[in-house]
Protein backbone atom coordinates (compact mmCIF):
# COMPACT_ATOMS: atom_id res chain seq x y z
CA UNK A 1 0.00 0.00 0.00
CA UNK A 2 0.89 3.27 0.77
CA UNK A 3 3.17 3.06 3.91
CA UNK A 4 0.54 4.87 6.31
CA UNK A 5 -1.63 1.80 7.83
CA UNK A 6 -4.37 1.87 10.03
CA UNK A 7 -5.91 -0.59 12.55
CA UNK A 8 -8.45 -1.68 12.52
CA UNK A 9 -10.09 -1.57 9.47
CA UNK A 10 -13.66 -2.39 10.37
CA UNK A 11 -14.91 -1.67 13.65
CA UNK A 12 -18.79 -1.74 15.16
CA UNK A 13 -19.48 -0.04 18.33
CA UNK A 14 -22.51 1.11 20.32
CA UNK A 15 -22.84 4.82 21.37
CA UNK A 16 -21.67 3.87 25.42
CA UNK A 17 -18.69 2.48 23.52
CA UNK A 18 -14.42 3.81 23.92
CA UNK A 19 -12.78 2.64 21.12
CA UNK A 20 -9.28 3.63 19.64
CA UNK A 21 -8.27 3.98 15.97
CA UNK A 22 -4.62 3.78 14.79
CA UNK A 23 -2.60 4.76 12.44
CA UNK A 24 1.26 4.48 11.89
CA UNK A 25 3.29 5.95 8.57
CA UNK A 26 6.36 4.45 7.57
CA UNK A 27 7.74 7.12 5.61
CA UNK A 28 9.34 9.52 8.01
CA UNK A 29 6.82 12.04 7.57
CA UNK A 30 6.24 14.86 10.00
CA UNK A 31 2.96 15.98 9.89
CA UNK A 32 -0.03 13.30 10.46
CA UNK A 33 -4.01 14.43 9.44
CA UNK A 34 -7.50 12.75 10.75
CA UNK A 35 -10.16 13.18 7.90
CA UNK A 36 -13.79 11.85 8.35
CA UNK A 37 -15.31 10.63 4.96
CA UNK A 38 -19.22 10.75 5.08
CA UNK A 39 -21.24 9.39 2.00
CA UNK A 40 -22.31 12.21 -0.45
CA UNK A 41 -20.43 14.68 1.57
CA UNK A 42 -17.13 16.25 0.80
CA UNK A 43 -13.83 14.77 2.69
CA UNK A 44 -13.86 16.78 6.24
CA UNK A 45 -10.35 17.19 8.16
CA UNK A 46 -10.54 17.02 11.75
CA UNK A 47 -7.18 17.42 13.10
CA UNK A 48 -3.71 17.95 12.24
CA UNK A 49 -0.41 17.27 13.76
CA UNK A 50 2.90 18.89 12.68
CA UNK A 51 5.83 17.42 14.62
CA UNK A 52 3.70 16.05 17.26
CA UNK A 53 2.03 19.25 17.88
CA UNK A 54 -1.86 19.87 17.34
CA UNK A 55 -2.03 22.44 14.53
CA UNK A 56 -5.38 22.08 13.55
CA UNK A 57 -9.27 21.02 15.32
CA UNK A 58 -11.77 22.06 12.62
CA UNK A 59 -14.19 22.30 15.41
CA UNK A 60 -14.66 18.24 15.59
CA UNK A 61 -16.60 17.42 18.83
CA UNK A 62 -14.57 16.62 22.53
CA UNK A 63 -16.35 12.84 21.46
CA UNK A 64 -13.21 12.36 19.23
CA UNK A 65 -9.99 13.52 20.88
CA UNK A 66 -6.68 12.52 18.97
CA UNK A 67 -3.34 11.54 20.58
CA UNK A 68 -0.38 11.73 18.27
CA UNK A 69 2.51 10.25 20.74
CA UNK A 70 5.36 10.26 18.23
CA UNK A 71 5.69 11.39 14.53
CA UNK A 72 4.79 7.84 13.38
CA UNK A 73 1.67 7.12 15.39
CA UNK A 74 -2.01 9.07 15.58
CA UNK A 75 -4.25 7.87 17.15
CA UNK A 76 -8.38 8.82 17.23
CA UNK A 77 -9.94 8.15 20.86
CA UNK A 78 -13.54 7.51 20.09
CA UNK A 79 -16.22 7.86 23.27
CA UNK A 80 -19.96 7.74 23.51
CA UNK A 81 -20.36 8.27 19.66
CA UNK A 82 -24.17 8.82 17.97
CA UNK A 83 -25.09 7.15 15.08
CA UNK A 84 -24.37 9.65 12.59
CA UNK A 85 -20.54 9.39 13.61
CA UNK A 86 -20.62 6.49 11.46
CA UNK A 87 -18.46 7.47 8.20
CA UNK A 88 -15.22 6.34 7.00
CA UNK A 89 -12.12 7.48 8.64
CA UNK A 90 -9.05 8.30 6.95
CA UNK A 91 -5.80 9.42 8.34
CA UNK A 92 -3.56 10.68 6.05
CA UNK A 93 0.55 11.89 6.62
CA UNK A 94 2.91 14.14 4.27
CA UNK A 95 7.04 15.48 4.57
CA UNK A 96 5.56 18.49 5.79
CA UNK A 97 2.43 20.78 5.32
CA UNK A 98 3.52 21.65 1.99
CA UNK A 99 3.15 18.78 0.73
CA UNK A 100 0.32 16.42 -0.44
CA UNK A 101 -0.79 13.56 1.90
CA UNK A 102 -0.41 10.38 1.09
CA UNK A 103 -3.56 8.49 2.87
CA UNK A 104 -4.19 5.31 4.39
CA UNK A 105 -6.90 2.87 3.20
CA UNK A 106 -9.24 3.86 6.32
CA UNK A 107 -11.46 2.37 8.90
CA UNK A 108 -14.81 2.22 8.06
CA UNK A 109 -16.69 2.96 11.42
CA UNK A 110 -20.53 2.11 12.50
CA UNK A 111 -21.88 3.78 15.15
CA UNK A 112 -25.13 1.57 16.29
CA UNK B 1 -12.21 30.56 2.45
CA UNK B 2 -11.27 28.13 0.02
CA UNK B 3 -13.84 25.45 -1.23
CA UNK B 4 -13.51 22.64 -4.19
CA UNK B 5 -16.82 21.88 -6.39
CA UNK B 6 -17.37 19.01 -8.16
CA UNK B 7 -20.28 19.48 -10.04
CA UNK B 8 -21.20 16.23 -11.16
CA UNK B 9 -21.95 13.35 -8.93
CA UNK B 10 -21.84 10.84 -10.98
CA UNK B 11 -20.28 10.21 -14.98
CA UNK B 12 -20.53 7.50 -17.04
CA UNK B 13 -18.71 6.56 -20.04
CA UNK B 14 -17.38 4.52 -22.36
CA UNK B 15 -14.79 2.49 -22.56
CA UNK B 16 -12.58 3.58 -25.01
CA UNK B 17 -13.95 7.47 -24.83
CA UNK B 18 -12.20 10.78 -23.48
CA UNK B 19 -13.59 11.43 -19.69
CA UNK B 20 -13.48 14.35 -18.32
CA UNK B 21 -14.41 14.67 -14.13
CA UNK B 22 -14.88 18.53 -13.10
CA UNK B 23 -13.18 20.28 -10.95
CA UNK B 24 -13.74 24.26 -9.81
CA UNK B 25 -12.13 26.08 -7.00
CA UNK B 26 -12.36 29.16 -4.84
CA UNK B 27 -8.86 30.10 -3.00
CA UNK B 28 -7.25 33.27 -1.41
CA UNK B 29 -4.02 33.35 -3.38
CA UNK B 30 -1.92 30.92 -5.56
CA UNK B 31 -3.83 27.24 -5.00
CA UNK B 32 -1.79 24.29 -4.72
CA UNK B 33 -4.42 21.63 -6.59
CA UNK B 34 -4.55 17.95 -6.39
CA UNK B 35 -6.59 15.25 -8.16
CA UNK B 36 -6.91 11.61 -5.83
CA UNK B 37 -8.66 8.04 -6.43
CA UNK B 38 -10.51 6.16 -4.59
CA UNK B 39 -11.15 2.15 -5.53
CA UNK B 40 -13.20 0.27 -3.55
CA UNK B 41 -12.47 -0.61 -0.12
CA UNK B 42 -8.95 0.99 -0.68
CA UNK B 43 -8.00 4.62 0.97
CA UNK B 44 -7.45 7.91 -1.44
CA UNK B 45 -4.35 7.66 -3.71
CA UNK B 46 -2.46 10.66 -5.01
CA UNK B 47 -3.05 10.89 -9.20
CA UNK B 48 -1.24 14.66 -9.99
CA UNK B 49 -1.15 17.91 -8.35
CA UNK B 50 -0.91 21.26 -9.96
CA UNK B 51 1.75 24.01 -7.72
CA UNK B 52 3.33 25.95 -10.60
CA UNK B 53 4.01 25.56 -14.16
CA UNK B 54 2.70 23.76 -17.44
CA UNK B 55 -1.34 24.65 -16.92
CA UNK B 56 -1.22 20.66 -18.45
CA UNK B 57 -0.11 18.23 -15.72
CA UNK B 58 0.42 14.51 -16.46
CA UNK B 59 -0.65 11.95 -13.53
CA UNK B 60 -0.88 8.39 -12.93
CA UNK B 61 -2.58 5.62 -14.68
CA UNK B 62 -2.77 8.23 -17.74
CA UNK B 63 -5.16 11.02 -16.19
CA UNK B 64 -4.19 14.60 -16.82
CA UNK B 65 -5.60 17.77 -15.54
CA UNK B 66 -5.52 21.12 -16.98
CA UNK B 67 -5.30 24.43 -14.71
CA UNK B 68 -6.90 27.30 -15.92
CA UNK B 69 -6.71 30.03 -14.10
CA UNK B 70 -9.61 32.20 -15.91
CA UNK B 71 -12.24 29.85 -15.25
CA UNK B 72 -10.58 28.82 -11.55
CA UNK B 73 -10.81 25.10 -13.05
CA UNK B 74 -8.52 21.69 -13.10
CA UNK B 75 -11.08 19.36 -14.51
CA UNK B 76 -9.11 15.89 -14.78
CA UNK B 77 -9.21 14.25 -18.46
CA UNK B 78 -7.95 10.80 -20.00
CA UNK B 79 -7.94 10.62 -23.42
CA UNK B 80 -9.48 6.52 -23.51
CA UNK B 81 -11.38 5.08 -20.57
CA UNK B 82 -10.88 1.73 -18.84
CA UNK B 83 -13.22 0.03 -17.14
CA UNK B 84 -10.37 -0.37 -13.98
CA UNK B 85 -10.60 3.72 -13.75
CA UNK B 86 -14.15 3.29 -12.55
CA UNK B 87 -14.19 4.84 -9.04
CA UNK B 88 -14.22 7.89 -6.81
CA UNK B 89 -12.62 10.38 -8.07
CA UNK B 90 -11.57 13.61 -5.31
CA UNK B 91 -10.31 17.09 -6.37
CA UNK B 92 -8.49 19.19 -3.54
CA UNK B 93 -7.17 22.62 -3.02
CA UNK B 94 -4.37 23.50 -0.76
CA UNK B 95 -4.34 26.97 -0.13
CA UNK B 96 -0.89 29.26 1.38
CA UNK B 97 -2.10 28.87 4.77
CA UNK B 98 -2.04 24.78 3.98
CA UNK B 99 -5.27 24.32 4.88
CA UNK B 100 -6.69 21.23 2.67
CA UNK B 101 -10.27 21.19 1.62
CA UNK B 102 -11.71 18.24 -0.86
CA UNK B 103 -14.57 18.23 -2.76
CA UNK B 104 -17.46 15.65 -2.44
CA UNK B 105 -15.97 13.32 -5.20
CA UNK B 106 -17.37 12.35 -8.27
CA UNK B 107 -17.92 8.70 -9.12
CA UNK B 108 -16.77 7.47 -12.76
CA UNK B 109 -18.16 4.61 -14.04
CA UNK B 110 -16.62 3.47 -17.36
CA UNK B 111 -19.04 0.79 -19.37
CA UNK B 112 -17.50 -2.31 -21.29
Not at chain 1, 67 to 78: D, K, V
Request: hydrophobic content about 35%.
Amino acid sequence: ETGVTQTPRHLVMGMTNKKSLKCEQHLGHNAMYWYKQSAKKPLELMFVYNFKEQTENNSVPSRFSPECPNSSHLFLHLHTLQPEDSALYLCASSQDLFIFPFFGPGTRLTVL
Amino acid sequence: AQSVAQPEDQVNVAEGNPLTVKCTYSVSGNPYLFWYVQYPNRGLQFLLKYITGDNLVKGSYGFEAEFNKSQTSFHLKKPSALVSDSALYFCAVRDNNNDMRFGAGTRLTVKP
